[in-house]
């Protein structure tokens, strides 16, 4: 069992930047691939961007390319996305998610965070 802890979301102005964490704890492996996705009201979660075991390989989703980048510490179990030039349409529940997968946007087998909010206002 792996457990994933977000932190970092909170209420920010169209334009601005935040940083979001994700620590893991229990059984944890550098092998994971880590990523984060995103939930609006009323949609579907939706594919943000993932990092490869080492940090050195990343995949984007388009609506964020240019603008977020995502990061990993496998000495501190963490994995970081930096979010920039931020829109009214990045507003959603975040969640950081752990697979042995590889890099997909589409884990069958992820461990999930519990999510943390981040609203963007115009």
């Known amino acids: 069992q792996v457990q994933l802890l977000e932190s970092g979301g909170g209420l920010v102005q169209a334009g601005g930047s935040l940083r979001l964490s994700c620590a893991a704890s229990g059984r944890t492996s550098r092998q994971y691939a880590m990523g984060w996705f995103r939930q609006a009201p009323g949609k579907e979660r939706e594919f943000v961007a993932i990092?490869?075991?080492?940090?050195?390989?990343?995949v984007y989703a388009d609506s964020v390319k240019g603008r977020f980048t995502i990061s990993r510490d496998n000495a501190k179990n963490t994995v970081y996305l930096q979010m920039s030039s931020l829109k009214p349409e990045d507003t959603a529940v975040y969640y950081c998610?752990?697979?042995?997968?590889?890099?997909?946007?589409?884990?069958?087998?992820?461990?999930w965070g519990q999510g943390t909010q981040v609203t963007v206002s115009s």
């Open positions: 990092t490869d075991w080492n940090g050195g390989y990343a």
């Open positions: 998610a752990a697979s042995l997968e590889g890099v997909t946007t589409t884990p069958q087998g992820a461990y």
